[in-house]
């Protein structure tokens, strides 16, 4: 426990129509904020907070969340992720997710904002059970650095590995590294500058429902590039690559309130965070 800079373990479970708080534990820079419902279907949505401010050399973070059979949660971030100059360590942040039967997650974290000689390594793991519902997206954004130029960070590396009943149905390994390449050529980033991501599993995805979610975003594809592919089980991915990060957050927007309405009959989120 002493080795990490901030770890936070969450145990959500379903009870009388309402997923509460089985078990929350946080300690340094990590820690959560009392749960909200924002609507009237019982699902809790929990802030994730790093009071330190951002992530510097060294800084090594460590996530567990379970939702036990039937819970709904959504988690998500207080603000973005920032990673300052790390000349030595790189940041870690390493996250599980265990997804009990009939439990849906929506994980919707503000940006990841990567400055000057940044190193990031972030690690996710996700367990679920047939039955289980995931929402996973992820916003890489290259920040301020003093020539004024883009990708300026060391690396970004960001490795997920989803599994079914204890089988591996993806792994995505994503690893910009300016140094050693051109990002901004075709191939990487093709001069765009922000790159956002979505995983979806569910029973319920198919080719004719992917079909649908893209004719709700073909008329809201203005200067970026979409590209959506099957997993080869159950699921689906989106990569975005466009011009500014409220371009990226509209189309995932626009994604979850789909899948939100189709699936689950409920309403938009408005994760108002000011």
Not at 185 to 209: A, K, Q
Request: charged fraction near 25%.
């Amino acid at each position: 426990m002493n080795n990490w800079t901030g770890i936070l373990q969450l145990v959500m479970e379903k009870k009388k129509e309402k997923t509460v708080t089985k078990t929350v534990y946080f300690h340094g820079a990590l820690k959560v904020l009392r749960p909200n419902y924002l609507d009237n279907t019982g699902q809790a949505c929990f802030f994730i907070v790093n009071p330190g401010g951002g992530y510097v050399g060294g800084d090594r973070y460590r996530i567990e969340v379970t939702l036990e059979e039937q819970a709904e949660l959504i988690l998500t971030t207080q603000s973005a992720t920032k990673v300052y100059r790390t000349p030595t360590t790189p940041v870690l942040q390493e996250t599980e997710f265990i997804l009990k039967k009939g439990s849906v997650l929506e994980y919707i974290p503000d940006p990841l904002i990567a400055y000057r000689d940044a190193k990031y390594n972030q690690y996710t793991v996700i367990k679920m059970e047939k039955g289980s519902t995931l929402l996973y997206t992820d916003i890489l954004t290259p920040g301020w650095s003093p020539d004024g130029e883009w990708f300026k960070y060391d690396h970004l590396r960001l490795k997920n590995e989803i599994y079914m009943e204890d089988r591996l149905i993806a792994f995505d390994h994503l690893k910009l590294q300016p140094s050693d390449s051109q990002v901004d050529d075709i191939g990487f980033m093709e001069n765009y500058t922000h790159l956002g991501s979505m995983i979806v599993v569910d029973e319920r995805c198919t080719t004719s429902f992917l079909n649908q979610l893209y004719e709700e975003l073909e008329s809201h594809i203005h200067d970026c590039k979409i590209g959506m592919s099957m997993l080869h089980e159950s699921g689906f991915t989106i990569r975005i690559l466009a011009s500014s990060t409220q371009q990226i957050e509209r189309i995932l927007a626009i994604c979850t309130s789909f899948i939100r309405q189709e699936w689950f009959s409920k309403k938009p989120l408005a994760l108002r965070k000011y």
